[in-house]
């Protein structure tokens, strides 16, 4: 099961970059190629990329929602044994099928925006760079969590200055001007470089 939903998560990030026969994710929505330009930030780095997405996410229609199909149920069958033709020959291995549907709805431009192009050397995350990405929504519709993996979590609390009686370093941030964040080890540290077309 949780190899099944580390693959969604991933479709859900990354969409027909990830899969290209999946739905569309959140990449798919802020390229800097596609017209929504003006929903994505461009850190400037190179090579070793990352991104931070801003997502709008409530109980409304018009904003980011995972749309599951069967009700939002998956179906997983009996486990059985079969032969997989692996480098050394063939060997046994136990298999189980889960089936499920799921997509991405996008209510509008303001669902989503990206930080992209964020490396580990000249062009780390900090607090400027997310106030970039939060000012993309307008004050009616503000984003409601911040997705980012570990790297970008530790560039974040890094860039952060912290005083202490004992001389404790800075805690890893858990919002940025009170938007909660989100960690997942889906979004990768080795990005394509997103330049405009």
Known sequence: MRAAFSVGEKQLLYGTDNESDGFVGLADASNLDDSDDAQVI???GATACSSVFAIRSVDELSDLALITGQDGNLEVGDRYEQMVEGTNGKYPA???SITGWMGLQL???HSVARLANINDSTKMLDDDLLSDLLSLFPSSRPATMLVMN???LKQLQQSRTATSSTGA??????EAFNVPIIVTDSISSNETQLTAA
């Open 42 to 44: 461009n850190a400037g």
């Open 94 to 96: 136990y298999c189980q």
């Open 107 to 109: 209510g509008s431009v």
């Open 150 to 152: 570990r790297r970008s």
């Open 169 to 174: 370093a800075a805690p890893f941030p858990t």
